[in-house]
């Protein structure tokens, strides 16, 4: 007889743990199902291995340059192998802890491989042969897979996606082509510069990291350029021949370009994963490669939900857990804690309030609308800018350039965007975001002192330029 859950979770990512553990903690029998290891993509070959790379190589590129600081190191090195097992220690920290939380909330883990059948029916394959379970409701959380364009040579030895790259023990990255100029390529090709690679990122769209604003986009691209990264925009990937290690060759502009390294990786963005997932007694409405849902997040069979990459527009860890948090709160039929999108009083348009990080040197930080979406919208704006070069803890710190950029809607002065470039903007942009998801003003947010030396400071005085100009 199959045993019966209140919520059945297939996918143990952060949209799947974090939406089992809030049910768990609501009093739902919950149980989840993954085939690999707890934490999905982003604990294990995701956010968090690339984010423990990227601090790492982060320490090793100061101490290239401390001397200005007034500190000496010899024979200054690097162990790529040590680093990785530096991060491996992380990622099992990491998922040490969501395996407390499923114990102590008595979260019962499924390993195998699930199937959804008819009424809410879920086959599970694992090496112990096949096991049937029942819920009320399901949540599909299976996430998403690096993907491979189709050219000539993507089998080649030497090319890779980022699942196997973050996995590789062995320094073999002197010189590396970044296909995909999106948020995964620009952090690796962060990670592999700090460790002194030669490194080339070649984007098909415009600009880097697609629909971001267009000032972020191009101050990361100038301070790539700066740094010695090559940069091609607008550039097609045709095919990569062996030819004294790897040539990617490539089209920009109609003109026929190539470039050499000995590892080329992959960046193009992730496709949903649901190999397997739906039986042939179940039909599910698809678009695009992706799950269909509606407001609440239901797919077409009544009671199966879909959070995360696999239905999501937005592919971020922190929106899957968001999602799964919502759809619980759904079902446990109480008010909910988290929202994805607000209308303040004063507006006449939902504001999205999902913030978007990006670990690159400086670190990006973006939420809310850009001055473009905000046309689109019809929507009158001003801007608050203010250059990170006269920040004090910039000056010390010896950084270089950035900016606090705070978008307003001009009649209620309530902030509707933020873009922030500049050492812990990815910290910062927490308080944007509170700012947009409260409805507040420009006055409401300059009642708040900010300390000194910090580099939060930038946000106050933006907001006083945009006070300046409202006048």
């Keep these: 007889m199959a045993i019966t859950y209140d919520l059945l979770v297939i996918g143990a990512g952060p949209g799947g743990y974090t939406a089992a553990i809030k049910a768990a903690e609501l009093g739902l029998k919950t149980g989840v199902i993954e085939k690999e290891k707890l934490g999905g993509t982003c604990l294990n070959r995701g956010c968090i291995p690339t984010k423990a790379l990227l601090h790492a190589s982060s320490l090793f590129a100061t101490m290239q340059s401390c001397d200005e600081f007034g500190v000496s190191v010899e024979n200054m090195a690097f162990d790529f192998k040590k680093m990785q097992q530096c991060k491996k220690k992380a990622v099992q920290a990491y998922r040490d802890k969501v395996e407390e939380q499923f114990e102590k909330l008595g979260i019962d883990l499924i390993q195998g491989t699930a199937t959804i059948r008819r009424d809410k029916r879920v086959e599970v394959n694992s090496l112990c042969g096949k096991e049937y379970y029942c819920a009320q409701k399901i949540i599909i959380a299976t996430g998403a897979a690096a993907k491979m364009p189709d050219i000539p040579g993507i089998g080649l030895e030497g090319v890779w996606n980022s ?3 973050l996995a590789a023990d062995n320094w073999k990255f002197d010189q590396i082509t970044i296909v995909g100029g999106g948020v995964i390529g620009v952090e690796i090709a962060t990670i592999f510069h700090n460790l002194c690679s030669k490194v080339t990122i070649i984007e098909q769209g415009s600009q880097l990291l ?18 010695g990264i090559l940069v091609y925009c607008n550039a097609a990937p045709k095919e990569i021949v062996k030819d004294n290690g790897l ?3 490539f089209t920009q502009g109609g003109k026929e370009l190539s470039v050499r390294s000995s590892q080329v990786l992959m960046a193009i963005g992730r496709t949903p994963c649901m190999d397997g997932l739906f039986g042939e007694d179940t039909d599910f409405d698809m678009e695009e490669g992706r799950l269909v849902i509606n407001e609440e ?5 009544p009671g199966i939900y879909a959070v995360g990459d696999v239905s999501a527009d937005i592919q971020l860890a922190h929106v899957a857990a968001a999602q799964g948090t919502y759809v619980v709160e759904k079902i446990a039929q ?5 929202h994805l999108s607000v209308v303040p009083s004063s507006m006449y348009a939902k504001l999205p309030v999902v913030p978007s990080c990006i670990y690159t040197d400086p670190e990006i930080a973006t939420v809310g609308l850009t001055e473009e979406r905000a046309a689109a919208c019809k929507m009158r704006v001003v801007c608050g800018t203010y250059s990170m070069e006269g920040n004090g803890k910039s000056i010390i710190s010896h950084e270089r350039g950035g900016f606090v950029r705070l978008i307003f809607e001009v009649y ?8 922030i ?5 990815t910290d910062m942009i927490g308080e944007m975001a509170t700012a947009i998801a409260a409805g507040l003003t420009a006055e409401q947010l300059q009642m708040a002192m900010r300390a000194h030396p910090t580099y939060s400071e930038g946000i106050g005085m933006a907001i006083e330029d945009a006070l300046r100009k409202m006048k």
């Design 163 to 165: 699942d196997r790259l």
């Design 210 to 227: 697609g629909p971001v604003d267009h000032e972020v986009a191009a101050a990361l691209k100038e301070d790539l350029t700066r740094k």
């Design 247 to 249: 040539v990617c060759r």
């Design 297 to 301: 997040f239901m797919t077409s069979q």
């Design 334 to 338: 109480i008010p909910h804690s988290i």
């Design 412 to 419: 209620s002065k309530v902030l509707v965007g933020a873009q």
């Design 421 to 425: 470039v500049c050492p812990r903007a």
